[in-house]
């Protein structure tokens, strides 16, 4: 039966507050584990089954697919949809409202996949980033506007905290655009899958505290320059700003948005060393 008609025939209302926009086109669905890279080998957690078009075709390839879903109304709907598959589980609750480091420690080395709800999408990510220390990747359906953010190049207006934060742990690409028409119902605006495969391409850092307090610094204020943001953000005087910037071969006067995440690492780093120095 095709997706439509089993949600018609189940009565279901879609729920905005939810970023309910379903996928069924199964050349995508398809198309978007195999961006993940899934194999028999993969345990997924994905975050928003919906009526499970996406959790069927991860289901198919993975080891293990554990699933968040917050609307209960779809348990009957879903019921349907992943019968017979005995390898994906469906937890009806919010995904931000979970125990994150049970989750992980439940799970093991794991990767993300989601056609993620909108209005939750930098939260989600960030909570991998910051937290996930068996994440091993994400493969996120995200609106374009946002999958440009977290791929943009430095020295681009797209750039920002979120796509330097994302970077430390490996470097995003945009892999695929995917037009409005494909979804139900149809959102105003287009999407893009984003992957960034966090065991390759990424770069550690000292003190991940400090990358964080550089980061934000550096986007605090894009009109201003790094040297005043790292004032205000270290309580450094002017001269102390100059010398840091200098050693970290800088030059003068750029704003925070020029450089680099490696170059932001780098400068987190000697911050750190001073730091850990002055202690
Ligand atoms: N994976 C499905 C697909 O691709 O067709 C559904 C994707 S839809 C964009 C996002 C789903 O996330 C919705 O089913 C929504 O109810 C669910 N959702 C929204 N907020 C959530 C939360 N905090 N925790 C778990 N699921 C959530």
Redesign the pocket.
């Known amino acids: 039966m095709e997706?439509r008609e089993i949600l018609q025939g189940s009565g279901f209302s879609f729920?905005k507050?939810?970023?309910?926009?379903?996928?069924?086109d199964g050349n995508l669905?398809a198309a978007?584990a195999e961006d993940a890279g899934v194999t028999s080998d993969t345990t997924v957690l994905?975050?928003?089954?919906?009526?499970?078009?996406?959790?069927r075709a991860l289901a198919e390839r993975a080891r293990r697919v554990v699933?968040?879903?917050?609307?209960e109304s779809?348990r009957p709907i879903l019921a349907v949809t992943l019968a017979g598959l005995k390898n994906a589980e469906v937890?009806f609750?919010?995904?931000?409202?979970?125990d994150f480091a049970a989750l992980e420690e439940e799970l093991g080395e794991y990767l993300v996949v989601?056609?993620?709800?909108?209005?939750?999408t930098t939260p989600?990510i960030m909570r991998f980033v910051e937290e996930g220390k068996r994440c091993r990747g994400i493969t996120v359906?995200v609106q374009e506007e946002v999958a440009e953010r977290l791929t943009a190049r430095e020295g681009t207006p797209a750039y920002g905290a979120v796509t330097a934060a994302l970077a430390r742990r490996g470097r995003a690409q945009l892999v695929r655009r995917v037009p409005r028409t494909l979804?139900?119902p149809r959102p105003n605006v287009d999407s893009a899958v984003v992957r960034a495969d966090f065991t390759a391409g990424g770069f550690s850092v000292a003190d991940e505290r400090v990358y964080r307090a550089v980061v934000r610094a550096a986007f605090s204020s894009r009109r201003k320059t790094l040297e005043n943001n790292l004032m205000a953000a270290f309580s450094m005087t002017r001269e102390e700003a100059k010398a840091l910037l200098a050693e970290a071969q800088v030059s003068a006067g750029v704003r925070g948005e020029a450089l680099s995440p490696e170059a932001l690492g780098h400068l987190a780093d000697l911050i750190a060393s001073k730091k850990s120095a002055a202690k």
């Open positions: 997706l729920k507050k939810y970023g309910q926009n379903f996928l069924s669905l978007i994905e975050i928003g089954a919906g009526a499970g078009a996406l959790t699933s968040y879903e917050i609307d779809l937890r609750s919010d995904f931000e409202k979970c989601a056609n993620l709800p909108y209005y939750i989600v359906m979804f139900t």
